[in-house]
């Protein structure tokens, strides 16, 4: 069906030769221009989302792989998946971690911890920490042979919080009342409609302090350190690098070049090979690329990733 909107005026194509079209006309062009620019531009965003995707480790050339950990570490199977291939990839002769990022679910830093130590068994792993690699982030630093930070990157935070929002108050003014039947007196708690308090806030006061536990424990195995000195930096303190080097939370001062450096001299790991940026792939052709593009879109909208508001988390933020 043709749109009558789109239909040339009868008299277009005997528009005047010095090209003074009516208002009309140049208004019906300029749409026609901008559907096609649209469907450019879209073109060229599922080109590139595909390539971001699509068989990221087929160089046929050895190099050093770039795992890039940013915003909020969650659990994901995908990256998983993509250790596993780096560990298997003979071409791959180093993994190097670019971190930046504020931390994120417990579970997420652990399955960080987990894998890259997994992967670090078969060949050299390094981390950068570029602005922030703190709480979870962190815990995944201390997974790699050699921890790099700038000299002004926030390093540290290593703890684990749970927060909860007693909306009581604002419940009762609103009319509002909650009720429940539960199987037992911790079942569904922390509840919105109460204080965190008695035997609830003690158990969760618990399960943070398990996770805690761990977290101190790893730091101080990964890092040599008398686990009293570690506790002495675990009450959610950050360090600039200078600070967290000083500390021996890191190795050295530096960036990816100084990581590369460093694979040179104790791996022979040679300079002259490319660093080349990998990225999880999901096991549907389309899902990874339409991420990607998701979260391209909230992040053009100022939006980012979020976390449950009932996970046990290790994140730091100003304004926690």
């Known amino acids: 069906m043709t749109d009558q909107h789109d239909t040339p005026h009868p008299t277009e194509a005997a528009a005047p030769a010095n090209g003074n079209l009516p208002v009309i006309w140049k208004l019906r062009r300029a749409r026609r221009f901008w559907r096609v ?17 699509a068989a990221p480790m087929a160089t046929g050339n050895d190099y050093v792989a770039r795992v890039v950990i940013a915003g909020v570490i969650t659990t994901n199977p995908d990256r998983v998946r993509l250790f596993e291939e780096l560990a298997k990839d003979t071409a791959v002769k180093a993994v190097l971690v670019a971190i930046n990022s504020p931390g994120g679910t417990t579970a997420g830093g652990e399955e960080l911890f987990t894998e890259l130590g997994k992967l670090r068994a078969k060949k050299p792993v390094v981390a950068t920490i570029d602005e922030t690699g703190t709480s979870a982030a962190y815990m995944t630093a201390i997974a790699t042979d050699r921890i790099f930070a700038r000299n ?24 509002l009342e909650f009720d429940k039947v539960q199987t037992g007196p911790l079942k569904a708690e922390p509840d919105v409609n109460d204080p965190l308090t008695g035997p609830v806030r003690e158990h969760l006061q618990a399960l943070v302090d398990d996770s805690f536990n761990w977290f101190v424990d790893v730091v101080a195995e990964r890092r040599a350190l008398p686990r ?25 001062t530096g960036g990816e070049a100084e990581a590369r450096a460093w694979l040179a001299t104790t791996r022979t790991i040679a300079l002259e090979l490319p660093t080349i940026t990998v990225e999880p792939q999901s096991p549907s052709l389309w899902s990874g690329p339409l991420r990607w593009l998701g979260g391209e879109a909230r992040a053009a909208l100022g939006l980012g990733e979020s976390i449950s508001g009932d996970a046990l988390v290790s994140v730091w933020s100003p304004t926690n």
């Open 37 to 53: 620019l649209f469907i450019l531009a879209l073109a060229v965003a599922a080109v590139t989302a595909w390539g971001r995707f």
């Open 228 to 252: 009293p000195t570690v506790l002495a930096l675990a009450d959610g303190r950050i360090l600039t690098g200078r600070q967290a080097l000083a500390a021996k939370l890191i190795d050295e």
């Open 152 to 175: 002004l990157s926030i390093v540290g935070s290593i703890g684990v919080l749970m927060q909860h929002v007693n909306a009581k108050k604002l419940l009762d003014t609103i009319g």
